[in-house]
Structure formats: structure tokens, C-alpha cells
């Protein structure tokens, strides 16, 4: 308990410094408060968009349409990864294609799936999924992959069958890279859904920046941007909790420095 506070700690006096170095730059010139805003200023904004409830709206579209994509992108990552790791055929057959997609620029999707699935919620929805999809998927093929090939040898011989040996083998081992995976993927939906919302949207976190950036509204942007960082950190705060609750076999030790 004492080192969780000690780490909150140094993370609240981290942000604080950032502002209060922002504060001094805007109110010395360093800093242009047209190009910069203002500290206070986007506190105050964001403390009256919840106050007068403008934006509720718009944070429960983005709020549905990232954890849609953080779900069916994980749950096809996952299915997809344990399947691939076990059969080396497809594997090789499929490899060079997944990476061939996975290092497609995402952006050049967008239009694509707003043509496909209209300028609704499932254009973003699909942006999220094709971003958390593969991060899930190569995070758990890998772990799958990584599993001693002498513990496998000694559970066939000890009798286990495939769905055994995936229920105590495998799925173990792929959890710690599947939670890592996770939490970067948290970030991913979130950024499907925004880019997919700025791009072409009448509703959502990334329209309301949008229109703050096209009218030179800069104390609006940072706004926008400061909501969808807590945004981030309260799911990101989900998937840490449940993983802490699946994950109760794993050693003290690999949970402490960042997490402690």
C-alpha cells in the first residue's frame, strides 16, 4: 500500500508540474494562449460541458462504439490467435497476409467502411476492430507459441488431450502477453472511434474536436483531448482490475515497478 501511494504520488506531482509549467509559459508569453490555451481555461470548459450536460451525448457514442470494438476486435484477436499458434500450415500459409494488413496505414480504412456500414456507429465500430484485432491476435499467438515444448511433451505423455492441454497449457501462458496486449488495445479502440468520428460523423468526442479545430476553438480541443485521456484511464483501469482478479496465480514480483 505504501509504494501504490508513493507511485500516485509522483504521478499526481508529475501532472500538477505539467500544469502549472503550462500556466507559467501562457501567463509569461513563452507560450501564445490563441495557439496554447489556457490551463484553466480547459478545466473550466470541460468542468461546463459535464455541468450543463452537452456532452454526454457525444461521450456515451464514443463510449459504445470503442468498447464494441475493444470486444468483438479482442474476442477475434484471441479466437484467432489461439487457432493460428496450433496449426503450423495455416499459420505459414496466413502469415505474410496478416502482416501485410496489419501494416496498413488504418486511416485509408476509414472512408472504405463509411461507404461500407454508413457514417453510424459501425464505421467506427470497424476502424477499432481492425486496430485492437491485431495487437490481441499477435500478443496471444506469440504466448501461445512460446510454450516449453517440454511441457508439452510431458502432457501428451501424461495423457492430456487438446482441450486440456489448452485449458492448463496454453491458455496460462498466453494471459500475460493477451492482458498486455489488452491494455495497449484499450488506447487502439478509442482511436478507431475518435479518427472515425473526425473523419466523417454528426456526434462523438472526435466530432465535438473536430468542430472545436475548425472554428480555432484551441481551448475546445484540449478539451476534447483531456476528456479522452481520463476516458482512457478509467478503462484502462477496468482491464487492470479484471486482470488482477484472473490472474491471482501470478508471482508478486510481475505485477510490481509500474503496477505497484
Known sequence: ????????????????????????????????????????????????????????RHLWITLVETILAFV???IGG????????????????????????NAMPRVVLAPIFALWFGL????????????????????VYQGVREVNPVLVANARMLGMNERQMLRHLYMPAALSWMFASLHAAVGFALVGAVVGEYL???????????????SF???????????????VLV?????SFVERRLLVWRPQAA??????
Request: net charge neutral; proline share 2%.
Open 72 to 74: 468483438l476486435g479482442s
Open 1 to 56: 500500500m505504501r509504494a501504490r501511494a508513493t507511485l500516485l504520488f509522483w504521478q499526481v506531482l508529475v501532472f500538477v508540474l505539467f500544469l502549472a509549467g503550462w500556466h507559467f509559459g501562457t501567463a509569461t508569453g513563452v507560450l501564445d494562449p490563441f495557439f496554447f490555451s489556457r490551463p484553466l481555461d480547459v478545466l473550466e470548459r470541460t468542468w461546463r460541458d459535464f455541468a450543463s450536460g452537452v456532452i454526454w
Open 255 to 260: 505485477v510490481t515497478g509500474i503496477e505497484a
Open 78 to 101: 484471441v479466437l484467432a490467435g489461439f487457432w493460428l499458434a496450433r496449426r503450423e500450415l495455416l499459420s505459414a500459409i496466413f502469415q505474410p497476409y496478416l502482416k501485410a494488413i
Open 235 to 239: 478503462i484502462d483501469a477496468l482491464v
Open 217 to 231: 476553438d484551441v481551448t475546445g480541443v484540449f478539451s476534447g483531448m483531456l476528456v479522452l485521456a481520463v476516458f
Open 120 to 139: 453510424g456507429i459501425w464505421s467506427k465500430v470497424a476502424l477499432g476492430v481492425t486496430l485492437v484485432f491485431f495487437i490481441v491476435f499477435f500478443a
Open 200 to 214: 466523417g460523423s454528426a456526434a462523438g468526442l472526435g466530432y465535438r474536436i473536430q468542430q472545436a479545430e475548425g
